[in-house]
């Protein structure tokens, strides 16, 4: 299929059919896993125009592979975008794509809520490149423009944020972006292709860690950007050369997961909503971080820019992180690790998962409480989600 013939499919069938509408090897019904490194060619004029890019093929799996490319055409589609390439890890993606488009004397704007990782080469590695970043007050928009207007070649952008759920409006900051010429970046991560598209809003790029929802089961690992064709091409020549490829084991996982991408956040969803619903009407739950809710503050924008809210939420205790303590491992069916987005519930403070690399003061200056739960809630039955979650709150 080209890619006009997608534009009236629905995300649920184009996560199982994008990049796999033609026939592969023998005839095999699934996407082969492609194991081998380099591919032979008998003729010395068409490896030269395969190596060139002048013509289809694959010489070295650094560079491309058919497994993966199977996985970059499904996440194209999903997105809506001219082109995208893989990378070996949602950090590479980020860190890769950063590096690749910026250079020493330009000028980043961003937010202060973004990802540990992501809030770590904004303050630590961009800066020793001699490239001023301007992080502001995520729920500050008109803050968030001006810096804007001051200069700005990368306005980065993360809705909802990682792990206060903070909602971006991506209409005007995208607008206000363009309008300084910058190059849009938008963490999609927690909204997934299902709940939100930013190049719908005029996002040039669109990045995910895939080792999340994308996946969907914990066993893998990679990240994507999405977006305009020659900005992809530009990162992916960076990428070549930085060796932070995906391999085809870890795409052929992702490809499997991708399948189900639809009806797990639809599920996803759903008990979200209702855990948020239940944890802020709990006499020991102080606030509930979650755009879904009415009384969310970026419930409204959510409404206007997501198609639905995303299986992420956060919440936080009165007893501060000694309620922590004390919540966490009495959670039955709730993995305590450093993850979201799998099948499975997985809750942590952000001390030790989203922002492990920042100090208590940092997270405190990021408006994210010692107190505070981020929870990827999953697919399991609603009822047994929430009744967990009240035992394990009546034993604080």
């Known amino acids: 299929m080209t890619k006009q013939n997608w534009q009236n499919i629905s995300q649920s069938t184009k996560a199982v059919w994008a990049g796999e509408t033609e026939p592969f090897f023998e005839g095999c019904a699934q996407v082969p896993i492609v194991n081998s490194v380099s591919y032979s060619h008998d003729d010395m004029d068409h490896w030269f125009e395969v190596a060139t890019g002048k013509r289809k093929g694959h010489i070295y799996s650094r560079n491309t592979n058919p497994t993966v490319q199977v996985f970059e055409e499904k996440m194209?589609?999903?997105?809506?975008?001219?082109?995208?390439?893989?990378?070996?890890?949602?950090?590479?993606?980020?860190?890769?794509?950063?590096?690749?488009?910026?250079?020493?004397?330009?000028?980043?704007?961003?937010?202060?809520?973004?990802?540990?990782?992501?809030?770590?080469?904004?303050?630590?590695?961009?800066?020793?490149?001699?490239?001023?970043?301007?992080?502001?007050?995520?729920?500050?928009?008109?803050?968030?423009?001006?810096?804007?207007?001051?200069?700005?070649?990368?306005?980065?952008?993360e809705t909802p944020t990682n792990p206060t759920m903070k909602v971006l409006d991506l209409k005007k900051l995208i607008a206000a972006g363009k309008a300084q010429g910058a190059v849009v970046m938008v963490d999609n991560t927690f909204a997934t292709p299902i709940n939100q598209n930013p190049i719908e809003f005029g996002a040039d790029l669109v990045v995910h860690s895939a080792t999340k929802f994308i996946g969907g089961h914990s066993d893998a690992m990679g990240g994507i950007i999405c977006g305009r064709a020659d900005l992809v091409k530009q990162v992916y020549s960076f990428r070549e050369i930085n060796g932070a490829a995906l391999d085809a084991n870890s795409a052929y996982l992702l490809l499997r997961g991708l399948k189900t991408l639809k009806l797990r956040i639809d599920q996803q969803n759903s008990n979200a909503m209702a855990l948020a619903e239940f944890l802020m009407n709990h006499k020991k739950v102080e606030n509930v971080f979650y755009p879904g809710l009415e009384s969310d503050p970026g419930h409204e924008v959510a409404k206007g820019q997501m198609k639905g809210f995303s299986g992420m939420l956060g919440f936080s205790l009165k007893g501060g992180f000694d309620d922590v303590r004390k919540l966490l491992p009495n959670l039955r069916f709730a993995h305590r690790a450093a993850h979201l987005g799998g099948v499975e519930t997985i809750v942590g403070p952000p001390r030790t998962t989203s922002h492990v690399e920042l100090n208590e003061a940092q997270r405190a200056e990021l408006g994210i409480p010692e107190s505070m739960v981020r929870c990827s809630v999953g697919i399991e039955d609603i009822e047994d989600i929430i009744e967990d979650f009240a035992q394990a709150l009546d034993k604080i």
């Open 76 to 157: 194209r589609v999903l997105e809506d975008a001219e082109a995208a390439t893989s990378f070996s890890t949602g950090m590479a993606a980020i860190s890769n794509t950063l590096f690749a488009l910026l250079s020493p004397g330009q000028r980043v704007v961003s937010v202060k809520d973004t990802y540990g990782g992501t809030s770590f080469v904004f303050l630590e590695h961009l800066p020793r490149f001699g490239i001023e970043v301007s992080l502001c007050e995520t729920n500050d928009i008109e803050a968030i423009k001006a810096e804007i207007k001051k200069g700005c070649d990368l306005l980065y952008l």
